[in-house]
């Protein structure tokens, strides 16, 4: 594992996989750092970092698909860190209407300090990077989310502390969310089962990859073999953005459903994540999602402060 941008001024954050063990654990205690800060100041939400680490920084924020988390965090990042946040919906831009990924990454680099972008497909991420001469961070293709799980991270920390040789249950569609949990389970080396359908299992080469690097991630197709002895389970929607065949997917994904017997099978100070947006009643009970073990909207606050602690490590600051 090594980061191919180390030796540019700046680095892009395109996916835990290409971090190493060190970055990936130095971003998160940045984002506890910075969390710290930002809430003992007592500014709440007018907080602006008393340093400015990004001062004059701009960043474009690309968005190919819907969002509410990513896109509210990033820009309230880049504005408390004493940046400014750009925010274009891609079907507004040229890029809708055929201009291409590589000359739109070189005609931002001129323009702005930094991009983000959530796209339909990975690959636009990859080309927006190859092509850029700023950073480039990922917030989301149709392979993985890695700013969520840094997020992620952060929160069941500050719970049930560090994540090392803890164990972390997925049930659900093996989607690009549960990609970027394979990689951080390597990266934090924590265990992780993942209960998926066999129709919706994480990518062969995700695991194949975990496996090459160490990484204790198992697949099972029966939730209750995955939840056992978890200190954490987590899920998803069944209907990603871009996803066809929904009812198909609802009638597979029907046994995976985190409710309280499944929670009951786990640990009994599990705690229970989910990224959101959620449907109550399909992937999740409402009376587990709203329960007492749910650290769901510390996980969505979260996004907030690791955001800003990966926009600080683009820098390379
Ligand atoms: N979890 C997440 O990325 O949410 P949004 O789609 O609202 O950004
Ligand atoms: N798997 C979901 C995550 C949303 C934040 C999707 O891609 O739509």
């Not at 940045?30 to 004059?56: C, N, Q, S, V, W």
């Not at 920390?157 to 164990?167: C, D, F, L, S, V």
């Not at 997917?249 to 409710?259: M, S």
Request: proline content about 4%; some cysteine.
């Amino acid at each position: 594992m090594s980061n191919f941008n180390l030796k540019k001024p700046y680095r892009h954050f395109l996916d835990l996989a290409t971090l190493t063990r060190g970055e990936a654990r130095d971003i998160i205690d940045k984002a506890r750092a910075l969390k710290i800060i930002a809430t003992e100041t007592g500014h709440g939400k007018g907080f602006i970092h008393p340093d400015r680490p990004l001062a004059d920084k701009s960043l474009a924020m690309i968005f190919e698909k819907p969002s509410t988390r990513t896109r509210v965090s990033f820009e309230m990042s880049i504005h408390q860190l004493g940046g400014k946040a750009i925010v274009l919906q891609g079907n507004d831009m040229q890029l809708g209407r055929g201009e291409t990924v590589a000359d739109t990454a070189h005609v931002l680099s001129g323009f702005v300090d930094a991009v983000m972008l959530r796209a339909d497909s990975h690959d636009s991420l990859l080309d927006m990077a190859a092509h850029a001469t700023v950073p480039v961070i990922n917030a989301l293709t149709d392979y993985s989310h890695p700013c969520q799980i840094m997020a992620d991270v952060l929160t069941f920390e500050e719970y049930r502390g560090p994540i090392t040789g803890k164990k972390i249950a997925w049930s659900g569609d093996g989607n690009n969310v549960a990609v970027s949990w394979i990689h951080a389970a390597v990266l934090f080396d924590c265990e992780l089962t993942l209960a998926c359908p066999k129709e919706f299992c994480p990518p062969t080469q995700v695991m194949e990859w975990a496996a090459n690097n160490g990484g204790k991630v198992t697949l099972t197709h029966d939730p209750a073999q995955a939840v056992e002895g978890a200190d954490c389970i987590i899920t998803d929607t069944w209907i990603s953005m871009g996803d066809s065949d929904i009812d198909a997917r609802i009638a597979i994904l029907a046994p995976y459903q985190v409710n309280r017997k499944l929670m009951d099978l786990s640990n009994r100070d599990s705690l229970f994540m989910h990224c959101l947006p959620a449907h109550r009643g399909e992937e999740v009970t409402g009376e587990v999602i709203d329960g007492p073990r749910s650290v769901i909207w510390d996980e969505a606050e979260n996004r907030l402060h690791a955001q800003k602690s990966i926009l600080i490590w683009c820098f390379g600051k």
